[in-house]
């Protein structure tokens, strides 16, 4: 499975927009990019999913490079309550589970 | 869509009993459940891979005769925790995937587990 590094954390301020960058030198040709959120005793939330290029959806956009050895979260305009464990996973699907790294802690400040 | 339930949220439990942890698929068909644990300031670690109709596989370190888990339809996944002790207190959390290609894995909100 690829492993991924994230940054351990980050800060910002409230309406800035927040880019988490995640490396993952040795993603497989099957391989997708999953982001995910998590709140202090949650489950993780699912954010977005890609597999080459921009995907954007309502809450964020996850740039890839063509070399797919990295990736970046993007969060326009964060607020207080964006602040989280933001974890990048990478994983071809099917019946394997998707293997946790170390996350990034947001903290957004007022 | 795609909602996973876990139940219960939130449990404390004396040292020897067991505690049954249980996932439910709200609005869509698992065949593949999986269970996470997480330990405070933590990342979420795999503890094993649960089928419907057959048996769970567990990863490496984690005791099956421990953590049972049962697969039994295609939208309940239950984790028993025979026999607690202290140090299996801990954050549990199932997760289910829609399908088996690149939909992406819902996750339940946790059981926090407390053995006194």
């Known amino acids: 499975l690829a492993k991924t590094t994230q940054p351990i954390s980050m800060d910002s301020y409230e309406g800035q927009e927040v880019n988490i960058t995640c490396s993952h030198n040795?993603?497989?040709?099957?391989?997708?990019i999953t982001w995910y959120q998590q709140f202090p005793s949650q489950g993780p939330r699912f954010i977005i999913q890609g597999y080459k290029t921009k995907v954007t959806n309502e809450v964020a956009s996850l740039f890839i490079p063509a070399d797919r050895k990295s990736s970046t979260l993007s969060l326009p305009r964060v607020s207080l309550s964006d602040t989280a464990v933001y974890y990048c996973l990478v994983g071809a699907g099917g019946r394997r589970a998707l293997t946790f790294g170390s996350g990034t802690r947001l903290q957004v400040q007022p | 869509g795609a909602v996973v339930s876990q139940h219960p949220s939130w449990v404390i439990c004396k040292s020897g009993t067991s505690v049954k942890i249980e996932c439910r698929s709200l609005?869509?068909?698992?065949?593949?459940m999986f269970w996470y644990r997480q330990f405070p300031k933590q990342s979420l670690m795999l503890m094993a891979t649960?089928?419907?109709?057959?048996?769970?596989?567990?990863e490496q370190g984690v005791e099956k005769d421990k953590f049972l888990i049962n697969h039994a339809s295609l939208t309940l996944s239950t984790l028993t925790v025979t026999s607690a002790h202290p140090e299996d207190s801990s954050f549990y959390i199932c997760?289910?995937?829609?399908?088996?290609?690149?939909?992406?894995?819902?996750f339940g909100d946790g059981t926090r587990l407390s053995i006194l």
């Open positions: 997760s289910a995937k829609p399908g088996q290609g690149q939909s992406p894995q819902h």
């Open positions: 649960s089928n419907e109709g057959s048996k769970a596989t567990y």
């Open positions: 609005d869509f068909q698992a065949t593949t």
């Open positions: 040795n993603i497989a040709t099957n391989d997708y």
